[in-house]
């Protein structure tokens, strides 16, 4: 069993829909992080939290520690919005060494 | 002001050979990290780098894999008598202190023929 896992591996959406991905880890967090990876492999953070809720424009990122699951939701989807997104646990005591999650690939068509 | 940057973009290299890659990190980044993401895989560890610290190698998959970090700024990852199996994109990325968020470079394409 994968250390931290997503779901779903791939979606689709229209323009406007309402996206949500969730990541689900097994490890203690210091920190859990949400990347997106673009077509051409940039690799950009978007959030990283250990507590709570975090949002930056359209992008909302929640965490509940106790079930150990983090979501990430994106509010008016938009096809540039289309890229693999990437959850990461940092976990405790490995100084914020990276486990990743697989990734969704999330596809948001006109 | 400009980003984490990786040298070269790609590499193509017989099996067999040695190849480095290297990374150039914003200026203050006091961590140093390499990941690998192989074609389908989701990305890995390798190593990290912290200050003056010896750095945590329990990533690297086997001992053709080496790294340095000189100065507390550029570092090298070093691959021995490559193998197919090492093609991948591997990508390095600092951390300011404090913070834990990570700053990603564009990552080398490395494709051992």
């Known amino acids: 069993k994968n250390e931290v896992e997503q779901s779903p591996q791939n979606l689709t959406a229209q323009e406007g829909e309402f996206i949500t991905i969730n990541c689900s880890y097994s490890?203690?967090?210091?920190?859990l992080h949400w990347l997106q990876q673009h077509p051409g492999g940039g690799i950009v953070s978007l959030f990283m939290l250990s507590s709570g809720k975090k949002k930056h424009g359209r992008l909302i990122a929640t965490i509940n520690i106790q079930e150990k699951h983090s979501s990430l939701h994106i509010t008016a989807s938009h096809p540039r919005d289309s890229a693999v997104y990437i959850c990461?646990?940092?976990?405790?005591?490995?100084?914020?060494?990276?486990?990743f999650g697989t990734g969704t690939r999330l596809q948001v068509t006109l | 002001g400009a980003g984490v940057s990786q040298s070269p973009s790609n590499k193509v290299t017989e099996k067999g050979k040695d190849v480095e890659l290297r990374c150039d990190p914003i200026s203050g980044h006091t961590a140093l990290y390499w990941y690998r993401q192989s074609l389908g895989q989701g990305l890995e560890f390798l190593i990290y780098?912290?200050?003056?610290?010896?750095?945590?190698k329990s990533g690297l998959p086997s001992d053709r894999f080496s790294a340095e970090r000189t100065g507390g700024s550029v570092s090298t990852l070093t691959i021995q008598r490559t193998q197919q199996e090492d093609s991948a994109v591997y990508l390095c990325?600092?951390?300011?202190?404090?913070?834990?968020?990570?700053?990603f470079g564009p990552g080398t394409r490395l494709t051992v023929l």
């Open positions: 990461a646990a940092g976990t405790t005591g490995t100084a914020s060494k990276l486990t």
């Open positions: 990325a600092g951390r300011l202190p404090g913070p834990d968020t990570q700053y």
């Open positions: 490890v203690g967090i210091s920190a």
């Open positions: 780098f912290q200050g003056n610290s010896a750095p945590d």
